[in-house]
């Protein structure tokens, strides 16, 4: 029959179904399956994506920009000096309801209490459920930095910390705060299947969890009680499509609306689809190349500023990123507030990069390693290919680089560890603090073996500043020191500044006020489609 | 020496003497058109691959960044300076495909000889002793033989880490398990022979009975499986590369060509299609000399 | 008979237990860690990776790891999938189907195909139709699948616009899953194009997949059809006066089928190795594509509980075409 049938649809070779009914349906081919569907228990942005219209947090990042709003918290009040926060959350907010889950109230703070507290406390039941890793919780600090939460009744949540830390407000925007119902957990766990939490979710957000095939789709459908009202959209359906070249043809075919990660070679011939607008916005991300400032001769401020001005950015902005990105100087992108425009970018100017290094007294050049990543990083396209421009750059000036490369987690440690003098690797925001970049990555205390300050850099002044501008809950005054800490970043060189990436988003033109997210997310709450 | 010799020697009947075996198995394979037409085909790829550097109209790794993507030189805005046209970042594509060949051929011969060593021993041996060891050898071909062989070649590539030579060994140790089950069949049908009895009753030793006694009378079905086996690795190793574990970018070999290729399918047709045809036209030609081959070693199938 | 059935069962335990051993330890042989693979530039602490290790039972010396692992395959627990949660036999047999319904109808085309042109060949020895099955047979038997499936795609589904580029069913088409098989499915469902829409996702992968067996079949069916064709019986048949089309059709035809059916059941290994290519170029959510993944990710569970099962069927499937042949052919099974 199979076979019969087969004949058939070769003879009769048309496609495109009409589409169904007169419901709106928006179709994303995303780029992979999530793990599973609770945001506190990965790190991905596939799984975050997938995530995202389910649930929501006390506070939230306005779509399509780093500042941050309320969510399920109406408002919020710090007092005693930056160490209690107080939200008041919203009332009447309705739970999703499944094939097997009805829920019998709104959200409220035992909700609240829930989420976090499977997070932070060990010995809480769902601790260990679905493996127990809260990475984003732990990475961010939150379990050291909590002193205590409690529900002060059934709308008002108070936090207390056990030190004043500015960007608390936007860690509780990101997704691994997500809230989850308390509720529906009780009810899995009598059940006997707690795991099912992460895998069938239960929010409150725009969208309702429909149904999920591993590998083949995601659907989602508009939540008609949504407390910001109900979507234009009815459906929303992620087709996981891994191939980015098969993505664009579908997208071509009309057969999903918005794709993640186009590939360079198709950009030009995105721009000039008719039925295709390709969005773009500079990433929440930086690329570099670490001088390993504990080992000589980087220990030398000289030598640093000549390397910086003898490798030719242009042209690696040319070759490996083709116009999806943008030449970076400073160690934050210029979609970060507080990013320093005063600052210059060194020029690309050999003659000059020999002086300083006849001056440091290697005139001859010097021998050193040359570390390149394995694998494809949003803020590094290929790694390899700027590791063999960069030596061809430098051996113009007599130095010797030999590219190393390892394992993707092994290259990551031996880094870390600083056993390079040379590395590339690069971040991309979490939140869009300053902080999480000058802070994470040139911090002392994450210079440090084993930090992530892989250039091992550990500069009083600067350090001061960060630290400084961390404690402080005054934007204006953080802003201030932010931009000052860049000068010396700047004039101390301890990394050549790669690139922020762009990122590229092309969506059909029937696809109305879908905004990319600084974050890298996918988000499609508030948009809609043309007929 | 070249092919046309080799031919002519071969082809010049001899008056009075009774045909040798090998001018009988050249007849009889010279009879076989498409086996021939392998051979020449084989024999151009081969003298491509031994003189690359000299037919090659550039390097293969030469980047001539102002023309990029080039179609080939009947196409419109094609050149003749670059006949198959141009790649991402403005190499030639012949000059590739040409130096491939070098890589094709040299992965067809190391895979093929390594299989076909280790396996002529785990044959023999297995063959030869019998009992428990013939059982641990052919459960453990067995094994192998349960696995999807590409799945067999990327976790072993995956625990030496991506390379050429990494995937030459791979695809050896996965096609090894058919040599070994070839040797073992044809030394157990020969072990009963009247020569090897003989041969044995007169004293000689184990590794001289197993090595000069039976194993050039086992040796057709191998060289035929051997002659096929090229055409297998050249794909696999292909496979390999196309899934970006074999041959590491610059290195032209054709599979990775394909791979670093694929996001450019709908842009620029060529930068896919040779290295394709490549693939196809070289291990048709081995495959066809290997049906050539089969029929004349084994008379079974003659008529 | 009996006594011939087990005996040949018995040879298969201890591969099975070799592919045990070979699938636990292989895939730890491959660098890196699972959790270090997914913390990326992140990084973690070393108190935090030693604690998720010990969570995972990453710790442990690795032969009561595989010790624990035997036991748990013995009752029946496959592990559960280090990335997703999820128990690997779950994910199994959530994916298995659409890799089955793949191979099905590629075989089904390659048989369809296949058979009737070896006959013609045989049949018409030399005749042109003859050097043109064997010459395209020989061509697809060449053929690297990658690389066939992307002209297929550049032809079918950019240029023409036939066929739909990738996945099962075209996302407008909402089918609740019951048995995995599409085609079944969504003939049980009400939506009204949806079965045609899953015919049409699968025709271009089935033709890819079914390409070498396709050349295999037909180039089998041809030798096989002219070794019965050569025999005394059909000899005498045609010297009685028989037509060609009966003695072929009758005669020949079912004696020429015993090893072209075990051709078709061999060609069960090589499918599933074809399937992870055209599982990974089609975006096709079957067990080809979640192994490959599972090794980047050092999924160990997946993959080692995969790797065993997907060996499992084969050597099922082998073992009963080995059975079906020594039934079929009494002197195999005396022979021994």
């Known amino acids: 029959m199979y076979g019969a049938a087969m004949g058939l649809a070769l003879a009769a070779g048309a496609i495109a179904p009409a589409q169904a009914q007169g419901s709106k349906t928006l179709v994303y081919c995303s780029e992979g399956s999530p793990e599973n569907f609770n945001p506190q228990i990965n790190t ?146 009598k059940k006997g299947t707690p795991e099912k939490l992460d895998q069938e979710p239960i929010g409150t957000g725009p969208f309702t969890f429909v149904n999920y095939q591993k590998d083949a789709q995601i659907r989602y459908r508009a939540n008609d009680q949504y407390f910001r009202g109900r979507e234009k959209l009815d459906n929303l359906v992620f087709s996981i499509t891994s191939d980015a070249s098969v993505a664009y043809q579908k997208l071509k075919a009309g057969e999903c609306h918005v794709m993640p990660y186009p590939n360079p070679a198709d950009l030009a011939s995105m721009r000039t689809d008719p039925n295709i607008n390709l969005m773009s916005q500079e990433g929440l991300n930086v690329g570099y190349l670490a001088f390993n400032v504990t080992k000589k001769p980087f220990d030398d401020k000289r030598v640093r500023k000549a390397l910086n001005m003898a490798i030719d950015k242009k042209a690696i902005i040319e070759a490996v990123y083709q116009g999806a990105g943008v030449a970076a100087h400073n160690p934050i992108p210029p979609t970060i507030w507080s990013y320093n425009k005063e600052t210059k970018a060194y020029p690309y100017d050999p003659d000059q990069a020999k002086k300083l290094l006849a001056e440091a007294g290697l005139a001859n050049g010097f021998e050193t390693d040359l570390w390149a990543m394995p694998v494809k990083r949003p803020y590094n396209p290929n790694a390899q290919r700027i590791a063999e421009l960069v030596q061809a750059d430098l051996a113009k000036l007599g130095i010797k680089a030999n590219i190393v490369s390892y394992e993707w987690g092994e290259y990551r440690k031996r880094a870390q560890q600083g056993e390079h003098m040379m590395a590339q690797l690069g971040w ?73 990436s762009v990122s590229f988003k092309p969506v059909r033109k029937e696809v109305v006020d879908f905004k990319i997210s600084p974050f890298g997310r996918h988000e499609f709450h508030g948009v809609d489609l043309k007929r | 020496m070249s092919a046309t010799d080799d031919i002519e020697m071969m082809a010049s009947p001899a008056k009075a003497a ?67 046209g141009t790649d991402d970042i403005g190499r030639d594509i012949l000059s590739r495909l040409i130096h491939g060949a070098r890589l094709s051929m040299a992965i067809g011969l190391i895979v093929v000889t390594l299989a076909l060593g280790m396996g002529i021993v785990l044959g023999l041996v297995a063959g030869f002793y019998r009992g428990w060891i013939d059982v641990a050898i052919m459960r453990l071909m067995d094994m192998m033989l349960a696995l999807p062989s590409l799945l067999l070649a990327i976790v072993v590539v995956a625990i030496l880490g991506p390379g050429l030579s990494n995937a030459m060994f791979a695809v050896s140790i996965v096609v090894l398990p058919h040599y070994a089950r070839l040797t073992r069949a044809a030394v157990i049908s020969e072990l009963g022979k009247d020569y090897v009895v003989a041969s044995r009753v007169s004293g000689a030793g184990t590794l001289r009975l197993m090595f000069s006694t039976i194993l050039p009378n086992c040796m057709a079905p191998l060289i035929v499986q051997a002659t096929l086996g090229f055409s297998t690795a050249i794909l696999d190793a292909a496979a390999l590369g196309f899934l970006g574990l074999g041959a590491q970018p610059p290195t032209p070999e054709w599979g990775t060509m394909l791979a670093s290729a694929r996001e450019f399918v709908t842009r620029a047709w060529w930068v896919v299609t040779f290295p394709g045809i490549a693939i196809l036209v070289t291990v048709l030609a081995f495959n066809l000399m290997g049906d050539g081959l089969r029929d004349a070693l084994d008379p079974k199938l003659k008529r | 008979m009996f006594k011939f059935i087990i005996s040949r069962a018995a040879l298969v335990i201890p591969t099975f237990l070799g592919i045990t051993f070979l699938s636990f330890f292989l895939i730890r042989l491959v660098p890196g860690d699972p959790i270090e693979v997914r913390v990326g530039e992140r990084g973690i602490t070393p108190e ?31 592990g559960t999938s280090l990335v997703t949660k999820n ?52 061509g697809g038997y060449s053929m690297p699948i990658f690389w066939w499936a992307l002209l297929l795609i550049l032809l079918f589904s950019v240029s023409l616009g036939w066929t739909p580029v990738s996945g099962r069913l075209s996302v407008m088409y909402y089918v609740e899953p019951v048995t995995g098989f599409m085609l079944i499915d969504t003939l049980l469902s009400d939506e009204p194009g949806a079965f045609r829409s899953a015919v049409h996702h699968l025709v271009l992968p089935s033709v890819v997949l079914g390409t070498i067996p396709l050349a295999v079949i037909a180039r089998m ?57 055209t599982e990974t170029i089609f975006s096709w959510p079957g067990i080809g594509k979640w192994l490959i993944e599972s090794i980047n990710r050092r999924d160990y569970p997946v993959l080692q509980g995969g790797v065993l099962l997907v060996a499992t069927l084969v050597i099922v499937v082998n073992l009963i075409v080995d059975l079906l042949y020594g039934i079929l052919n009494p002197r195999i099974r005396h022979g021994r």
């Open chain 1, 44 to 189: 991905t942005g596939t799984t975050f994506d997938a995530t995202q219209p389910v649930y929501n947090r006390l506070a939230e990042f306005e779509r399509g920009t780093t500042n941050v709003i309320p969510g399920l918290a109406e408002r919020w009040e710090v007092s005693d000096e930056g160490k209690t926060y107080t939200f008041f959350l919203r009332k009447g907010v309705k739970w999703h309801s499944s094939r097997e889950f009805k829920p019998t109230r709104d959200f409220n703070a035992d909700d609240v209490l829930f989420s976090f507290s499977r997070m932070w406390k060990k010995d809480h039941p769902y601790h260990n459920v679905s493996g127990g890793e809260y990475d984003y919780f732990n990475d961010m600090g939150m379990a050291d930095l909590l002193e205590s939460i409690d529900r002060v009744d059934d709308y008002t949540v108070r936090f207390k910390l056990k030190r004043p830390e500015a960007p608390f407000i936007a860690n509780m925007a990101m997704m691994f705060a997500s809230i989850l119902s308390a509720e529906y957990a009780d009810f899995q766990m």
């Open chain 3, 48 to 78: 935090r990776l030693a604690m998720l290790r010990e969570q995972l039972g990453l710790d442990q010396p690795l032969w009561v790891q595989f010790a624990s692992y035997v036991g748990d395959i013995l009752s029946g627990n496959f």
């Open chain 3, 87 to 138: 128990p690997v036999l779950l994910e199994f047999l959530e994916l298995f189907p659409a890799t089955v319904e793949l191979s099905v109808c590629a075989i089904l085309f390659a048989v369809i195909l296949g058979l009737p042109a070896g006959v013609m060949a045989a049949s018409r020895r030399g005749s042109f139709w003859d050097h043109t099955v064997m010459g395209v047979s020989l």
């Open chain 3, 221 to 277: 069916t041809r030798s096989s059809m002219l070794e019965v064709l050569g025999e005394d019986y059909i000899r005498t048949a045609r010297a009685k006066g028989l037509s060609a089309g009966r003695i072929v059709g009758l005669h020949a035809l079912r004696n020429a089928m015993i090893p072209v059916v075990t051709v078709i059941g061999l060609q069960v290994g090589t499918l599933l190795g074809g399937a992870i290519l």
């Open chain 1, 428 to 500: 991309t925001g979490d939140n869009g603090d300053p902080d999480n970049f000058l802070n994470v990555l040139l911090g002392c205390d994450a210079a440090r073996a084993g930090g992530s300050n892989i250039a091992k850099w550990c500069n009083q002044p600067f350090n001061d500043l960060v630290t400084k501008a961390r404690q402080s809950s005054d934007k204006a005054e953080r802003t201030k020191l932010y931009e000052q800490a860049q000068a010396i970043f700047v004039e101390e060189a301890p990394w050549f500044a790669i690139a922020h």
């Open chain 2, 18 to 84: 009774p045909p040798s075996p090998l001018r009988t198995f050249w007849w009889s394979f010279a009879e076989n058109k498409g086996a021939v037409a392998g051979l020449l085909v084989i024999v151009v790829i081969a003298i491509l691959a031994i003189f690359a550097d000299w037919i090659a109209p550039h390097s293969p790794t030469e980047q001539f960044r102002d023309f990029r993507l080039l179609p080939p030189f009947w196409a419109d805005g094609g050149t003749l300076r670059f006949p198959l």
